[in-house]
């Protein structure tokens, strides 16, 4: 079993950064894909990124390419996810998530294990 829990998550101005944290525990997810997903009341969950066990290769949705940025320490079992130039409809509650296998995935329901989430909250 692996446990993921996120932090980082707040209020901020549009325009300015946060940056949040997946901490797992309970079995090393050094050979797990990662990713970070988003979601508001009333719709499903998005992808936002995703990132190789090796931090390698990263992915990114269109609408957060060139202002997130997601990367991993294997060593503190932990992801990352840089978020700069917020804008208002980044708000959301955002969740990491594990998943074993090698390759990145965009489907939610292919994850394995999932964080209780961080509420980010950006103010215009």
């Known amino acids: 079993q692996v446990q993921l829990v996120e932090s980082g998550g707040g209020l901020v101005q549009a325009g300015g950064s946060l940056r949040l944290s997946c901490a797992a525990s309970g079995r090393t997810v050094s050979t797990y894909a990662m990713g970070w997903f988003r979601q508001v009341p009333g719709k499903e969950r998005e992808f936002v990124a995703g990132i190789r066990w090796s931090g390698g290769s990263t992915y990114y949705a269109d609408s957060v390419k060139g202002r997130f940025t997601i990367s991993r320490d294997n060593a503190k079992n932990t992801v990352y996810l840089q978020m700069n130039s917020l804008k208002p409809e980044d708000t959301a509650v955002y969740y990491c998530?594990?998943?074993?296998?090698?390759?990145?995935?965009?489907?939610?329901?292919?994850?394995?294990?999932w964080g209780q989430g961080t509420q980010v909250t950006v103010s215009s």
């Open positions: 998530a594990a998943i074993r296998a090698v390759v990145l995935t965009t489907n939610p329901s292919a994850y394995d294990y």
